[in-house]
């Protein structure tokens, strides 16, 4: 089982930053990708950006520009920039990792935690 735990969420006026961070433990050998979601009220879960074991990187449009994310392959540990926070992106942020056996992927998912943007 691999266990995350996610922190770094918190309310912030438009304009502000947060980094949120996302420590993997437990079996996390074969990690492959690791990333951020997010899900607003009401709203469907979205991809906010995910990074390949090999450093490379993936953003929704929505963020491209303002979010960065990179990760610790030694710490386990996948870290996500957010400049010129918005209104529009708050929502629970949800770290998610991949691991892949062959043909065979198992996503987990952390708790969650709620990122505030104040207009």
């Known amino acids: 089982q691999v266990q995350l735990v996610e922190s770094g969420g918190g309310s912030v006026q438009a304009g502000g930053s947060l980094r949120l961070s996302c420590a993997a433990s437990?079996?996390?050998?074969?990690?492959?990708?690791m990333g951020w979601y997010r899900q607003a009220a009401g709203k469907q879960r979205e991809l906010v950006a995910v990074?390949?074991?090999?450093?490379?990187?993936n953003y929704a449009e929505s963020v491209k520009g303002r979010f960065t994310i990179s990760r610790d392959n030694a710490k386990n540990t996948v870290y996500l920039v957010m400049n010129s926070l918005k209104p529009d992106d708050t929502a629970v942020y949800y770290c998610?990792?991949?691991?892949?056996?062959?043909?065979?992927?198992?996503?987990?998912w952390g708790k969650g935690t709620l990122v505030t943007v104040s207009s």
């Open positions: 998610n990792l991949v691991r892949k056996f062959g043909v065979t992927a198992v996503t987990y």
């Open positions: 990074i390949s074991s090999g450093s490379v990187t």
């Open positions: 437990g079996s996390v050998a074969s990690i492959n990708a």
